[in-house]
């Protein structure tokens, strides 16, 4: 299970820090992955963390603002999230793969969602 948390209400230019908690053991070979779903549109990637090797992938809207990252000992996963956007208002998913991808339909396991509110 993954447990995604950390999501609120922030201001335009704010940041957030977001948590995605693994109750299973997380693999070397798996990729952690964050998505989210604005209201009304698809789920959309955002970033993702190869686990053993710790190689990080984002998504070019969050490239320099968001930053991923894991604690192995905690078996979690972070997102930190800076210069926050109101069009970045969205519920924020957590997810497990196996391989690098954007697309949602390719990861496993999707944690319950935190949502993220931007006030403009």
């Known amino acids: 299970q993954l447990q995604a948390s950390g999501g609120g209400l922030v201001q335009a230019g704010g940041s957030l820090r977001l948590s995605c908690a693994a109750s299973?053991?997380?693999?070397?070979?798996?990729?952690l992955g964050w998505f989210r779903q604005p209201p009304g549109k698809e789920r959309e990637f955002v970033a993702a963390i190869r686990w053993g090797s710790g190689r990080t992938y984002y998504a070019d809207s969050v490239k320099g603002r968001f930053i991923i990252s894991k604690d192995g000992a905690k078996n979690t996963m972070y997102l930190q999230m800076n210069d926050l956007k109101a069009e970045e208002t969205a519920v924020y998913y957590c997810a497990r793969g196996n391989s690098y991808s954007t697309i949602a339909t390719d990861y496993n396991y999707w944690g319950q969602g935190t949502q993220v509110t931007v006030s403009s």
């Open positions: 299973e053991r997380t693999y070397s070979s798996h990729l």
